[in-house]
């Protein structure tokens, strides 16, 4: 499903979100079990965690806020800003690039870095919610909404240049020459969102938040540490990110992975999501939830 291939890019899009669609299937069946996989618990599930779903669905749509915030100012800073970035670490960068000159590598790459992560996103929720963990999935709402709290103003004023348009680098922005693929991420991407790495931040925060939660993730909290890895080569590798991204995502997963386990921070949000909730849908505050 490259960007050489000759299917339109609508039947790109239409398969691809379909294969993910079956990968999230075919992974629940795998780590929950064909015959524990209840709809009806992961209905009640998520209607208890509703505001928590709002939350995690509703907070990228933050970056997207940070579109409509472009001026003169922000373009001058991004040249600034992107030099520096340059001066720690870039040529290390595009020796990486340099010596590993594959195409069957490249792609590979741009298939953990569009679709591995966007697995990940989207199933992680939903096999909390297929588990009925309450606990965890309320952690992990805090905990994603810490990093695009973080996130958002970084990337209003601390604008940074993605790695292979920057003409100093040497680096060739193998992502963004593949059509479909690329075309997928600059729909969404306006290329200056790189400091820090929300690739790196939001998919190590999941890692920590379900090593956290126990045995019943251990099979696939492995699949998320190796793709953790991929996704941290893969950035780097296809001209996305520098090296001060990657340092920066990965202290800002320990950032909300510390502050949403924070007992207090825990109780004081979720009574302020049950308050809401309760209002919501009429019930008496001390109403037990269905």
Not at 83 to 98: K, P, V
Not at 184 to 195: A, G, H, R, Y
Not at 253 to 281: C, H, P, W
Request: net charge neutral.
């Amino acid at each position: 499903m490259g960007g050489n291939t000759p299917i339109s890019y609508s039947t790109f899009i239409a398969l691809y979100a379909a294969s993910v669609v079956v990968g999230i299937v075919a992974g629940l069946v795998v780590i929950v079990g064909w015959r524990n996989l209840s709809l009806r618990r992961i209905a009640e599930s998520a209607r208890y965690n509703l505001l928590y779903i709002v939350i995690i669905a509703g907070a990228p749509l933050l970056v997207l806020v940070e579109h409509a915030v472009v001026s003169v100012e922000q373009n001058s800073k991004e040249v600034i800003y992107t030099n520096w970035l340059f001066s720690i670490g870039g040529n290390a960068i595009r020796n990486l690039q340099d010596r590993l000159d594959y195409q069957l590598l490249a792609d590979f790459s741009i298939l953990i870095y569009v679709w591995v992560f966007a697995f990940i996103i989207y199933f992680t929720p939903i096999l909390m919610l297929s588990l009925d963990d309450r606990a965890t999935f309320r952690r992990y709402a805090i905990a994603m909404l810490f990093n695009y709290l973080v996130l958002l103003p970084f990337y209003i004023f601390f604008p940074v240049t993605v790695t292979g348009f920057y003409a100093d680098s040497g680096m060739t922005p193998l992502l963004y020459i593949d059509t479909h693929w690329g075309r997928v991420v600059t729909s969404i991407d306006p290329l200056n969102n790189d400091f820090p790495s929300a690739h790196i931040s939001l998919v190590v925060t999941a890692l920590l938040v379900l090593v956290s939660a126990g045995v019943d993730y251990r099979r696939y909290y492995y699949f998320v540490a190796c793709a953790a890895a991929g996704i941290t080569f893969s950035v780097l590798y296809l001209g996305v990110h520098w090296l001060a991204d990657v340092f920066a995502g990965f202290v800002l997963a320990i950032g909300a992975y510390v502050v949403s386990g924070n007992e207090r921070i825990q109780m004081t949000f979720d009574r302020y999501i049950r308050t809401i909730s309760s209002k919501l849908s009429r019930k008496k505050p001390g109403e037990p939830e269905a």
